[in-house]
């Protein structure tokens, strides 16, 4: 009565071809595709290309499901509240930030193929497999944005980006290369993504092939396709701004807002949601779409959100999904860093938004 099937890794399975048969148990309707066997798939439609970039990405999901484990039991752990050291942004470290970039550090690290890791926790890059010659990706992160929202329970989120070593950085990495590696624009990016860890556990990434997002299947401790091929949608009806900041807002962004408020962009009457923690307000705008603004204001004359963990992630993202992402007039990916932990102000959103933002320069 069975065809008696074998699915390889790499080779997802044709569940079509179970329609001849009584379907099992309802979790078997529909394809179980892992991140995993996604990267690898993904992986086999660039010719040459070894395991060591999805090796690599394994060590960020493999951090992702160690920090969910923790965020999800945070009430009931020593793991809130404070770790009281100071953090290189000035902002106090809660503990989950401490547990959560030690995680990606070390997930990462004992990776071959990393020779740079930046983090937003650390003051400078870190440079792993020193003059290995397989060392020739870096990995810059923000192991948990939107901390300061963990103690009430709001949705936080990991922020990271892949790029390539700078091409002139040879194998003998000193500081000064490692440093070089990181401060890349991000048009350089090959891979970015997110984790948000809020009413369910969501890895989006991309790697230059369109946006997919996995949900973490906590039953089976795998990150299963949730959403295939992200697209934004050219319009939505959700505005996303700390609107308290709004009096020192730049004109431009002023008068964007307005016109949002207005209804006078497509036509549209906008509502408002903001969380307060980027990785889910982009995730919602991703989803759902409309825009997500951090204008410079006048306690963060840059923005506040990081241009090299932050901003070239979600703007990545964003693009590869069909949106827009700007630094002012200027698209974010195309900003050459010139510190680690340089601010931008940053708005992303779908097509007509983006269209109406960029008119009000
Ligand atoms: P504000 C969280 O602290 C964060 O870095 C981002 O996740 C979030 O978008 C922003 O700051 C919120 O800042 O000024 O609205 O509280």
Redesign the pocket.
């Known amino acids: 009565m069975w065809e008696h099937t074998h699915t390889t890794e790499t080779t997802p399975f044709d569940w079509h071809r179970l329609k001849s048969v009584p379907p099992m148990n309802d979790f078997l309707d529909h394809p179980i595709l892992t991140v995993q066997q996604h990267i690898l798939r993904e992986q086999q439609k660039f010719p040459g290309s070894s395991g060591e970039f999805s090796f690599l990405l394994s060590g960020i999901t493999l951090a992702a499901k160690m920090i969910a484990a923790q965020v999800q039991r945070a009430g009931l752990t020593d793991i809130l509240g404070t770790h009281g050291d100071i953090n290189v942004q000035g902002?106090v470290q809660q503990k989950l930030d401490v547990y959560a970039n030690k995680v990606l550090l070390h997930c990462l690290r004992i990776r071959e193929s990393v020779a740079v890791l930046a983090s937003e926790e650390n003051e400078q890059p870190l440079t792993v497999h020193n003059g290995s010659p397989n060392a020739r990706y870096v990995v810059v992160f923000?192991p948990l944005?939107?901390?300061?929202?963990i103690d009430v329970a709001v949705s936080?989120?990991t922020t990271f980006c892949i790029l390539r070593r700078d091409p002139s950085s040879d194998q003998t990495s000193d500081e000064e290369e490692s440093l070089r590696d990181v401060l890349q624009p991000g048009t350089k990016i090959i891979a970015a993504g997110y984790v948000v860890y809020g009413s369910s556990t969501i890895l989006v990434y991309s790697a230059g092939n369109g946006v997919h997002g996995f949900t973490l299947d906590p039953a089976i401790g795998a990150f299963v396709m949730s959403h295939e091929n992200i697209r934004i949608p050219d319009q939505g009806k959700y505005y996303s701004?700390?609107e308290?900041?709004s009096d020192s807002f730049p004109p431009s962004d002023k008068q964007f807002l307005q016109q949002v408020r207005q209804g006078k962009v497509g036509n549209q009457i906008y509502a408002s949601r903001?969380?307060?923690?980027?990785?889910?307000?982009i995730h919602r705008t991703l989803l759902k779409g409309g825009v997500?603004m951090?204008p410079p204001?006048a306690?963060?004359s840059d923005g506040?959100?990081?241009l090299v963990y932050?901003a070239n992630p979600i703007a990545f993202l964003v693009e590869q999904a069909g949106g827009e992402a700007l630094s002012g007039k200027i698209r974010v990916l195309d900003i050459v860093p010139e510190s680690i932990h340089q601010r931008t102000p940053i708005v992303a959103g779908g097509k007509v938004e983006m269209e109406a933002y960029r008119a009000c320069w």
Do not use: A, I, W
């Open positions: 902002e923000d944005d939107g901390s300061s929202n936080v989120g701004v700390n308290s900041h903001y969380v307060g923690s980027m990785v889910s307000d997500f951090y204001t306690s963060h506040k959100l990081r932050e």
